[in-house]
């Protein structure tokens, strides 16, 4: 089965950035990242085709970006300007093989 091992999470004061790394133990195709705060639903946050087509949620639109290096089999979420709504649990996700797969999940935390 396909793994995903994420790296980065951590405290960040509000207006710093992180990014996020995203590492798949085989080849990937679609790849995204969703996150969920305490008491709220999961979310989409970003997402990057194959060939590199993204699509981010109006949330972190010009502040995040998602990329990836397919040699590496590593997909990355760079996030700046970040606000204490951005806390959350980031969960790395993946499809390959027509099976989905989802990372760990580290805590991002923006205090106020």
């Known amino acids: 089965q396909v793994q995903l091992v994420e790296f980065g999470g951590g405290l960040v004061q509000a207006g710093g950035s992180l990014r996020l790394s995203c590492v798949a133990s085989?080849?990937?195709?679609?790849m995204a990242w969703h996150r969920q705060a305490p008491g709220k639903q999961r979310e989409f946050v970003a997402l990057i085709s194959s060939g590199g087509v993204t699509n981010y949620a109006d949330s972190v639109k010009g502040r995040f970006t998602i990329s990836r290096d397919n040699a590496k089999n590593t997909v990355y979420l760079q996030m700046s300007s970040l606000k204490p709504e951005d806390t959350a649990v980031y969960y790395c996700?993946?499809?390959?093989?027509?099976?989905?797969?989802w990372g760990p999940g580290p805590q991002v935390t923006v205090p106020s």
């Open positions: 085989g080849s990937i195709g679609v």
């Open positions: 996700s993946a499809v390959t093989q027509g099976i989905g797969y």
